[in-house]
């Protein structure tokens, strides 16, 4: 499972899933570039894993219509969540997410891909959803995003095998990271419950399993899909959702 002498670019690699994978690359002797808007904190991981840090806000995706990555390894893992009736929506917030979550992965994979291309090699790691094979209420923008986040990356699938670019999703349940525990408030809110509620009844009523994916976890998964032994594994979704996407 070694991927030494290998780069990787981490999106949101400062903080939740980001930070596990970066931290699971680092350890197989992968060289990381931690890529976050959060500088103080992606330079602190780069610097405790010996990467490097790129201070960036990817919602600012005009600045990554000329990027070039020299990256064998790209992870797609930025993102940002809001909680509202589709009617009550903020339009501009729906553009949002679809900037960061589905503009700017097509942006740095456009980016990466002639590097990876010229070195027949490549693997693109998607951080999908299980909302990206399923919907629940009130996530319109998101749920949105990451199916298209899913289409995306089965259209580079196709176009990278005969480069050696492998491109898979990985579709998690609800994972401990700063991101869903933000939600708990917006989540109460909307459904018109307790906060102590939520987990059981929203996050966690439809997994089989009954507690949260841990980020390293999620990061397990993504090593193995960037291995050499994953070489025929492309084009696919990789549940890990506690059996919710079973029902």
């Known amino acids: 499972m070694t991927l030494a002498g290998k780069s990787a670019l981490v999106t949101g690699g400062a903080s939740g899933i980001g930070e596990a994978c970066a931290r699971m690359l680092a350890a197989r002797g992968v060289h990381v570039t931690v890529a976050d808007v959060d500088d103080v904190a992606a330079k602190s991981l780069a610097d405790e894993i010996d990467g490097n840090a790129w201070a960036v806000d990817l919602l600012d995706t005009d600045q990554l219509t000329t990027l070039a990555l020299e990256a064998d390894i790209l992870v ?19 553009r949002r997410i679809q900037r960061l979550m589905v503009e700017a992965p097509f942006l740095l994979i456009r980016a990466a891909l002639p590097y990876m291309y010229r070195n027949g090699f490549g693997r693109i790691l998607n951080i999908s959803s299980v909302h990206g094979l399923r919907a629940s209420p009130f996530k319109s923008a998101y749920v949105a995003a990451k199916h298209g986040l899913e289409g995306l990356s089965k259209v ?6 005969s480069h050696g670019v492998t491109s898979n999703c990985v579709n998690p349940g609800y994972v401990l990271t700063p991101l869903v525990q933000s939600q708990i408030a ?36 993504v090593g193995w899909l960037a291995s050499v032994d994953a070489a025929m594994v492309t084009g696919a979704s990789y549940t890990m959702d506690g059996g919710w996407s079973a029902r």
């Open 76 to 94: 797609n893992s930025a993102g940002i969540q809001r909680v509202s009736p589709v009617e009550d929506f903020d339009v501009e917030d729906f």
């Open 156 to 161: 580079v699938a196709l176009e990278g095998a």
């Open 186 to 221: 917006d989540q109460a809110k909307v459904h018109g419950i307790s906060e102590s509620d939520v987990v059981e009844k929203v996050m966690l009523t439809e997994s089989a399993i009954k507690r949260m994916v841990e980020p390293s976890e999620v990061a397990s998964l």
